[in-house]
C-alpha cells in the first residue's frame, strides 16, 4: 500500500493594500512511500488574491487550512501519479 504526505516547505508573503502577511506562493513537497522505497516532488503555486471581506490572519491559519488551498489549487491525481510510476521504476 502507497502512502502520500504533503508537506509546505516554505510560504511567501507579502503585504496587499490593508491586509498583512498574505500568502502568495505555497512552496510544496510530496512524498509516496511503499514502506521500502521513498519518492518526492517537490513545486509551488501561486495562490489567488484574498478576498479582503474573509480574510484570515497569517497567526490564525493552519497547515491543514494551507494544504487545502495547495490541494484546490493543484492536480494532486497527476502528482500521485508521478510518484506511483516513480515508485513502480525503483521496484524494478
Avoid at 508573503?13 to 518526492?40: F, M, P, R, Y
Avoid at 489567488?48 to 497567526?59: A, L, Q
Wanted: hydrophobic share 35%.
Amino acid at each position: 500500500m502507497i502512502k502520500y504526505s504533503w508537506e509546505i516547505n516554505k510560504l511567501t508573503t507579502a503585504n496587499k493594500s490593508e491586509l498583512s502577511d498574505v500568502i502568495e506562493v505555497v512552496h510544496w513537497c510530496a512524498e509516496a512511500t511503499d514502506n521500502i522505497n521513498v519518492v518526492h516532488e517537490v513545486g509551488e503555486v501561486e495562490l489567488d488574491p484574498p478576498n479582503s471581506e474573509n480574510f484570515t490572519k497569517f497567526s490564525n491559519l493552519s497547515k491543514h487550512t494551507i494544504l487545502g488551498w495547495l490541494q484546490n489549487s493543484i492536480d494532486t491525481v497527476a502528482i500521485q501519479n508521478n510518484l506511483n510510476t516513480r515508485l513502480k521504476e525503483l521496484q524494478g
